[in-house]
């Protein structure tokens, strides 16, 4: 089995995680979104990395295997984004999207976070059964908090209520 970590994100890794985010989005799942769609890529450790928002990347060597992150959005708080892992290292037995699941919610209990929300869209059917395995419920957008940052490809939405 091979061996990978979870850290936070480092500068060095931008251009291998834009090509993953942009791989997975638009080659593999056809959704119409480039890297220049998304600012936040280029600006990774401005956008995520502060207050109680971070962004993680799942390695192996020095291959970027999978990504996640969260926003701060406030009132304890935060927008998870960016779950994605390559296509090949998904699921058993390697579970790197679920120990980068875990590991946001070691952060949120360490920040004490109240709440987890996302959006994704409705044909990445196996994340929504990801999602709901890991406790999340699907939610209106219009219950989502005002400083939740919407994507126009997101149209299906989570949460999950770390306080019960």
């Not at 480092?10 to 985010?21: A, F, P, S, W």
């Not at 970027?64 to 708080?77: A, C, E, P, R, W």
């Not at 395995?133 to 939610?139: A, D, T, V, W």
Request: one cysteine or more; aromatic letters at 14%.
């Amino acid at each position: 089995m091979i061996q990978y970590s979870i850290v936070p994100f480092k500068k060095k890794y931008q251009q291998q995680v834009i090509d993953l985010i942009v791989g997975i989005q638009s080659g593999e799942f056809g959704v119409n979104i480039t890297a220049s769609d998304q600012p936040d890529l280029t600006d990774i450790d401005n956008f995520y990395q502060k207050d109680n928002g971070n962004f993680w990347i799942a390695l192996k060597g020095a291959e970027v295997l999978g990504t996640i992150s969260l926003t701060d959005i406030n009132n304890k708080q935060v927008g998870l984004r960016k779950m994605f892992v390559k296509q090949g290292f998904r699921g058993q037995p390697l579970n790197i999207g679920q120990n980068l699941m875990d590991t946001v919610f070691e952060w949120c209990g360490d920040k004490s976070i109240k709440q987890i929300f996302l959006g994704t869209v409705p044909h990445y059917y196996a994340a929504h059964r990801f999602y709901e395995k890991n406790g999340f419920s699907r939610l209106e957008k219009n219950k989502l908090p005002k400083a939740f940052h919407l994507m126009d490809a997101d149209k299906w939405f989570y949460f999950k209520d770390l306080e019960s």
